[in-house]
């Protein structure tokens, strides 16, 4: 019998999992080469200075291991409740950086 629970948590980990991995490799880049970004140039509150950036970056790692968290901790109450919570405002918060 599929445990279709398992694999939506197992799945969303590892989207999680990626997303922390671009936040930190977000984070290294820009550490090491910020004149790559266009900090100061009007893109939105992330790019209005360094530290707004670098902000926005861990703000997004803990995001990531928030998911991470919930994805693991299958056996706490109303699991599934914050499960469901995390994808729906992370897909809304993408589609509505990306798709204005």
């Not at 671009?22 to 992330?46: C, M, V």
């Not at 209005?48 to 109450?77: K, P, Q, T």
Request: charged letters at 10%; aromatic letters at 18%.
């Amino acid at each position: 019998m599929i445990h279709w629970q398992k694999i939506a948590r197992t799945i969303w980990a590892l989207c999680c999992l990626l997303m922390l991995w671009a936040g930190i490799s977000d984070y290294l880049q820009f550490t090491r080469h910020p004149e790559l970004y266009p900090i100061g140039e009007g893109f939105g509150w992330i790019y209005e200075s360094s530290c707004n950036y670098i902000v926005s970056c861990w703000i997004i790692v803990c995001w990531a291991v928030v998911g991470i968290g919930i994805s693991a901790l299958y056996r706490m109450r109303y699991n599934t409740v914050c499960l469901w919570a995390h994808i729906i405002l992370t897909a809304l918060t993408i589609i509505y950086r990306f798709f204005p």
